[in-house]
């Protein structure tokens, strides 16, 4: 049992145990579908509700679940989530679809909503599971939301769409391509390191 | 030639790690020695032919004439699961130099989203028979060729200075990103 305040439980996800800058979960989506702002900020929204729902259903049905076979279990009910996210983008949004690919199904091996089903919902109460869930989320999707502006920006030239350079600006091709994201990431994992060892030093 | 161009595309031109990100974490944390590379590569291209073709057959021989296709997702990631208990369970039996070669990387494959990407993208991309298991052959090598040539760079990078921010991941990301922009320049290969 987490014996932190409600608090700290929700902001802990949001940098001391980010998902994607301190704990290193998670990475496969965030380096493929943040070329553009738009399709970081799908995925983010569609690995929350998976990750939420998965929370709520995996704690309050953690008592009849047999420790052998949890795993398993935990899959079946994240896969059932992502199933219900990947038609509902589909079906209403479907140029995002077709823009994230398979990258949707792909959020069952995500392994950030595993990790927090056997680390944290299968031991916690509903309550605490669900704001430990909107706090990693919030993580994910501020890193998503950081990665996908630096390369839209830095790519095209644009954010969300809409033009935020000048005429004079030549975008850098390469951000928006397979190394850009690699090396982004690379970057900001040091500089969210730096920052951590800095704020330690000064305690 | 039809195979050939789909086998040559796997490994270098949409290589599964460099391409598609998939499989980035065996690629960040089995990549500090070339011995144990090679194993995780051996290991992620025996489970990917198989899984190329059992998910062929469950998809076209079970999901498709049923019209149960939105289960896809599901029965895909059980037949992974399980493939790979059964893998596991059958090396240990055959050969257990092997089994001891592979240890912990085999149960770990289970969680690798390129073994699941391969049975989705074989299926959207409607792949004969033949066709997946190639598809999955060539996946696999590009894996082990994008892991191996990145532990042989991790191996040397031990030896350099790098600032203390950089180590570990941070200058693993950016090495494979150079490595990407390396392997951008087979896509003129094949049209």
Same mark, same amino acid.
């Given at each position: 049992?987490?014996?932190?305040?409600?608090?700290?439980?929700?902001?802990?996800?949001?940098?001391?145990?980010?998902? !994607?800058?301190?704990?290193?979960?998670?990475?496969?989506?965030?380096?493929?579908?943040?070329?553009?702002?738009?399709?970081?900020?799908?995925?983010?929204?569609?690995?929350?509700?998976?990750?939420?729902?998965?929370?709520?259903?995996?704690?309050?049905?953690?008592?009849?679940?047999?420790?052998?076979?949890?795993?398993?279990?935990?899959?079946?009910?994240?896969?059932?989530?992502?199933?219900?996210?990947?038609?509902?983008? @589909?079906?209403?949004?479907?140029?995002?679809?077709?823009?994230?690919?398979?990258?949707?199904?792909?959020?069952?091996?995500?392994?950030?909503?595993?990790?927090?089903?056997?680390?944290?919902?299968?031991?916690?109460? !509903?309550?605490?599971?669900?704001?430990?869930?909107?706090?990693?989320?919030?993580?994910? !999707?501020? @890193?998503?939301?950081?990665?996908?502006?630096?390369?839209?920006?830095?790519?095209?030239?644009?954010?969300?769409?809409?033009?935020?350079?000048?005429?004079?600006?030549?975008?850098?091709?390469?951000?928006?391509?397979?190394?850009?994201?690699?090396?982004?990431?690379?970057? *900001?994992?040091? *500089?969210? *390191?730096?920052?951590?060892?800095?704020?330690?030093?000064?305690? | 030639?039809?195979?050939?161009?789909?086998?040559?595309?796997?490994?270098?031109?949409?290589?599964?790690?460099?391409?598609?990100?998939?499989?980035?974490?065996?690629?960040? #944390?089995?990549?500090?020695?070339? =011995?144990?590379?090679?194993?995780?590569?051996?290991?992620?291209?025996?489970?990917? $032919?198989? $899984?190329?073709?059992?998910?062929?057959?469950?998809?076209?021989?079970?999901?498709?004439?049923?019209?149960? =296709?939105?289960?896809?997702?599901?029965? %895909?990631?059980?037949?992974?699961? +399980?493939?790979?208990?059964?893998?596991?369970?059958?090396?240990?039996?055959?050969?257990?130099?092997?089994?001891?070669?592979?240890?912990?990387?085999?149960?770990?494959?289970?969680?690798?989203?390129?073994?699941?990407?391969?049975?989705?993208?074989?299926?959207?991309? =409607?792949?004969?028979?033949?066709?997946?298991?190639?598809?999955?052959?060539?996946?696999?090598?590009? %894996? $082990?060729?994008?892991?191996?040539?990145?532990?042989?760079?991790?191996?040397?990078?031990?030896?350099?200075?790098?600032?203390?921010?950089?180590?570990?991941?941070?200058?693993?990301?950016?090495?494979?990103?150079?490595?990407?922009?390396?392997?951008?320049?087979? +896509? #003129?290969?094949?049209?």
């Amino acid at each position: 049992m987490s014996t932190k305040s409600i608090g700290q439980e929700f902001t802990k996800g949001l940098w001391d145990e980010n998902p !994607v800058f301190r704990q290193l979960l998670g990475l496969c989506p965030t380096l493929a579908v943040t070329n553009a702002v738009i399709n970081g900020l799908a995925m983010g929204m569609a690995t929350s509700f998976v990750l939420i729902f998965s929370s709520l259903v995996v704690s309050s049905i953690k008592k009849f679940i047999p420790s052998q076979v949890r795993i398993a279990s935990y899959v079946v009910i994240i896969a059932t989530f992502v199933t219900v996210a990947d038609r509902f983008l @589909a079906a209403f949004f479907p140029p995002i679809s077709k823009s994230l690919g398979p990258y949707v199904p792909l959020i069952v091996v995500n392994c950030i909503i595993l990790g927090r089903q056997e680390a944290f919902s299968s031991k916690n109460t !509903v309550g605490r599971s669900l704001i430990d869930a909107l706090g990693m989320s919030s993580g994910f !999707v501020l @890193a998503m939301l950081i990665l996908s502006a630096i390369r839209e920006i830095l790519g095209m030239g644009t954010f969300l769409g809409y033009q935020v350079m000048g005429q004079w600006f030549e975008p850098w091709i390469i951000m928006i391509l397979p190394p850009g994201a690699f090396i982004t990431l690379g970057i *900001l994992l040091a *500089l969210a *390191l730096q920052i951590e060892r800095k704020t330690k030093s000064r305690k | 030639m039809e195979l050939v161009a789909i086998f040559v595309t796997a490994i270098l031109i949409n290589n599964f790690v460099l391409r598609y990100f998939l499989g980035i974490c065996p690629f960040l #944390g089995v990549s500090k020695k070339i =011995d144990s590379a090679i194993s995780m590569g051996l290991a992620v291209t025996f489970v990917m $032919t198989i $899984t190329a073709a059992v998910s062929w057959v469950i998809n076209h021989w079970i999901l498709i004439p049923l019209k149960l =296709d939105y289960l896809q997702i599901v029965s %895909f990631i059980l037949v992974i699961a +399980s493939l790979v208990q059964l893998v596991e369970m059958f090396i240990r039996k055959i050969s257990p130099p092997l089994y001891e070669a592979l240890g912990i990387y085999l149960p770990l494959i289970t969680t690798n989203c390129a073994i699941f990407f391969l049975a989705l993208m074989a299926s959207l991309r =409607d792949y004969s028979f033949l066709e997946s298991v190639i598809f999955g052959v060539g996946s696999g090598l590009g %894996f $082990t060729l994008a892991i191996v040539l990145m532990a042989a760079i991790r191996e040397q990078l031990d030896l350099a200075d790098v600032p203390e921010a950089l180590k570990g991941a941070g200058i693993a990301l950016i090495v494979a990103g150079i490595m990407a922009l390396a392997f951008l320049g087979f +896509s #003129g290969m094949i049209k």
